[in-house]
């Protein structure tokens, strides 16, 4: 049972450009949270989905970030026009829906130049 | 929203002594109380959880008791070996209200030989 997947690992953006990340849940799991990690710090909140609806988006900021998970592929945290403050790591979580239990991809590094 | 505080930020043990960390929450509500490991560049574990019908979980050497009335719970490491070096995070969550997790500042632990 392979566990919550992100890709890529790394990724290297100009000012300006989009990012795409993707995060596969585990095997059974129907719930998709992403989170973002500055450096020295703790995790945030962004968005929680759930398949084809966004549950909780209160986390995320107000422009070019958005996200998905549409009923067929992996959810996708899409951010557009990217500035230095987005470098970070972006961490998905996924769970079952009858469990609280989170469990985390190994992130996507985001580094803007 | 849940305001949560993590103490000591830092904590430096010899191997074999034990560790304890604390964490405060706002909610009075919350009923689910994970802890999570963060090994350098790598995601957060879930390394033990309680819910807020039990007192005290433990399991090998890590355990995590909980006070309800004063809205504190607290990670137990016993005979603490240098691989359990890292950040460890507690979440806790009022699963009622919401399904994010919001993450305490975080606790660096070193494990000196």
């Known amino acids: 049972n392979a566990g919550v997947m992100q890709n890529p690992r790394h990724l290297v953006r100009r000012r300006g450009q989009e990012a795409r990340l993707r995060c596969s849940p585990m095997?059974?799991?129907?719930?998709v949270y992403w989170y973002r990690q500055l450096p020295e710090e703790g995790l945030k909140f962004m968005v929680y989905?759930?398949?084809?609806?966004?549950?909780?988006e209160s986390g995320m900021p107000k422009e070019r970030f958005s996200a998905e998970f549409p009923k067929e592929g992996p959810s996708i945290l899409r951010i557009q026009q990217v500035v230095r403050g987005d470098s970070a790591a972006y961490f998905c979580?996924?769970?079952?829906?009858?469990?609280?239990?989170?469990?985390f991809g190994p992130g996507t590094r985001l580094t803007v130049t | 929203g849940e305001n949560v505080e993590q103490h000591p930020s830092t904590l430096s043990v010899q191997e074999g002594d034990s560790a304890v960390i604390k964490c405060t929450y706002s909610?009075?509500?919350?009923?689910?109380f994970p802890w999570y490991k963060q090994e350098l560049g790598k995601r957060p574990q879930l390394i033990i959880d309680?819910?807020?019908?039990?007192g005290e979980k433990k399991d090998q050497r890590i355990a995590v008791t909980l006070n309800k009335t004063a809205k504190h719970f607290s990670l137990h490491i016993t005979e603490t070996q240098p691989e359990d070096s890292a950040v460890y995070f507690c979440?806790?969550?009022?699963?009622?209200?919401?399904?994010?997790?919001?993450f305490g500042t975080g606790t660096r632990l070193q494990v000196t030989l």
């Open positions: 979580a996924s769970s079952s829906p009858d469990s609280r239990e989170q469990y």
């Open positions: 095997k059974g799991h129907s719930h």
């Open positions: 989905l759930q398949k084809e609806n966004i549950i909780d």
């Open positions: 909610d009075s509500a919350s009923n689910y």
């Open positions: 309680i819910r807020s019908n039990v």
């Open positions: 979440a806790p969550l009022n699963t009622g209200t919401a399904s994010k997790l919001t």
